[in-house]
């Protein structure tokens, strides 16, 4: 009773209609009712400012989305928001195409309202009770699902671009083992920026913010999913594999994520933590580390800097009030350069690809002009080094993975080619050997 | 919250800190366990909002400061014609933010071990606290049934 009256005090304008409910629903459910509401509209508002998460390294750098924001461009800013700052070598490639797809007029409508519906929401006491029918929203956020997923994407390719004929079980397990792992990394990287979380734009609606979990609840959630997935990597994929994973984790949660308030250096440690999924999807699928993962790990790695970078340019506000130490706050010249550089050395990796034999020769041929394109926006955010130039790279960066590793999977030297050719040169050889005797 | 709760309550971000407080329910037969960590959530919590309300607010400062000094210095005054706030663009305030950082950066360090070594201790006696609410719904349950 006295909950109701305090909200009707807000003078919220959606109440009136749910009061009514409220007043004609038992007592004991009038809380819970209201809270249902309120979720349902704060779920439909997390999952359009969630949307433009940024691929995180397992542990995300976080990647972080933060920025200095404007009213009007609210909207916008959040797709650049949700991303976290930590490099996170999941690509977030349809994270856009699923904020067209999801924006139908009916959901605008609802969002709109959910928006408005926010922040009075945001200004209330809230019980800190687990609710089990929002557990799973929770732990998707507390994961970062979305970064998880772009993830898991890399690590398939990964599995994809290695030279042996696909295994369907594998794959799965594969996929999953990293999945979890990711999940669990998430969580830890979570569990430990609680106060810095909330301090920034980006990251203050979370799960742990908001007090809808308890710290316990999700350590024993990251142990929960992070111990079956390594040992499922180890056990069901091969050592290998479930070795790089827990490596990764390890690099995500203790090494990146202190560093990140530590030393400019956090940014590398981010790029490994990126680039590492895809070389577990390879060695998942040839149990060994050959120079072909390397290179993927390798085009992984040289894409998180112009991403993050680009990212972390709107964002120095927050993180120079943070505390974080970022390349774009202290050593903004240098933030830039490495930026570009890793352009470039996208454009040279391409090349080094069917050298390796991973593809054939036209992918470098084929990949030209999305490499030209983001080593262009590159250059224009190094000479320029405004808003708007580390707006549009960082865009171009959220597609330009995804369509560069489909190139690359479409370019793939067919395993079938080596055999063929291997069996040629083969048969070529037994039969020069056979005219040579003949000869004398 | 209401006066019959039983659980813990959790506010809006507060103004200066930006962290949201949360009032601890403290139940009537609460164990040496339990009290310690209330006790260390508490402190937490109140160590949590002093830093960074202070910190926030010194940035705060600081920025109107810098923003101050640099209009003067190109002869402008904190509000032009239009009566609009003037503002600078953001390369201008990065070596404000650069400065920022680089001062107080020792300040975080300490505060980021404090603060590692209290969560790690709130989270393991919460640990702590549930295993003994486990192990006596356990045994509550096993009295039940016999």
Redesign the interface.
Known sequence: G??VWRLKGAGTRHLPCHLLHLCRAPKGRLITFQYFNFLKRMYVTQYNKDLSQRAKPKADPVVSPFH?LLDQEKKVIHKISPVSPVHQPWPETSRRNELRHVKSPAESEASAAAVRAEPRE????????LRLDELPGILARLSKIKLTALVVSTASAGFAMAPVPFDLPCFLLASLGTGLASCAANSINQ??E??FD??MNRT?NRPL???QI???LA?CFAASCGVPGIALLTLGVNPLTGALGAFNIFLYTCCYT?MK??SIANTWVGAVVGAIPPVMGWTAATGSLDAGALLLGGILYSWQFPHFNALSWGL??D???G???MMS??H?GLCRRVALRHCLALIGLSVVAPVLDVTTWTFPVISLPINLYISYLGFRFYRD???SSSRKLFFCSLWHLPMLLLVMFTCKKSVLDKEDKGDLLGKGESHGRAMEMRLP | ??AH?H???????DKH????P??FYVPPEESPLERRLREARQEAQAC?QRF?AR??CA?RQEKEEFIYSRLKAKGLEMRDGTGQKATLN??E??D???D???K??RK??Q??RD??KR?FT??FL??QV?LVRALRWLRWKKKNLE
């Not at chain 1, 945001?122 to 009770?129: I, L, N, Y």
């Open positions: 006295l909950f200095e945001d200004r209330q006491w809230k019980e800190m009770k569990f430990f609680v106060p909330s301090n203050k913010v908001r007090g308890s710290p316990l350590v202190p308030r530590m120095r506000e993180y120079s009030r505390g974080y130490c706050v202290t903004p080094a405004d808003r | 919250p209401p709760s659980s813990d309550w959790i506010g809006p971000p800190s930006n962290l949201r949360v009032i949590n960074w910190h926030n940035f953001a390369e305030m990065a404000f933010y650069k920022f950082l680089s107080n950066f975080h360090m505060y980021n603060w590692y969560n709130i989270t919460m640990g549930a």
